[in-house]
């Protein structure tokens, strides 16, 4: 992505422009680049409810009890160790 480079003034009064912007823009005074802005994406919806969904269930995990833990754990190895048996045995 190329980067373009505008003066400080022109920044400042286009700052609105740059921040909506997905372009890099390198700032300069007298000729010399004093800064790099680099506009970043904002969250969309889907975005921020998969982050809401994520925490949902983080908090379901963290709300767990030592013996559900204990149980998933049974659980995922018994599915390992089945998985493992039938590799070997093709």
């Keep these: 992505m190329e980067t373009k480079s505008v003066g400080i003034r022109e920044f400042r009064a286009g700052l609105a422009e740059f921040i909506d912007s997905k372009q890099p823009v390198a700032v300069t005074?007298?000729?010399?680049?004093?800064?790099?802005?680099?506009?970043?994406?904002r969250p969309t919806q889907v975005d921020l409810q998969a982050l809401r969904d994520a925490a949902d269930k983080l908090e379901a995990v963290m709300s767990l009890s030592e013996d559900d833990v204990e149980a998933a754990v049974r659980d995922f190895d018994a599915l390992r160790k089945g998985a493992a048996r039938r590799r070997a045995r093709t």
Excluded at 29 to 41: D, E, L, N, S
Aim: glycine share 16%.
């Design 29 to 41: 005074r007298h000729g010399q680049t004093v800064g790099i802005f680099i506009p970043t994406a």
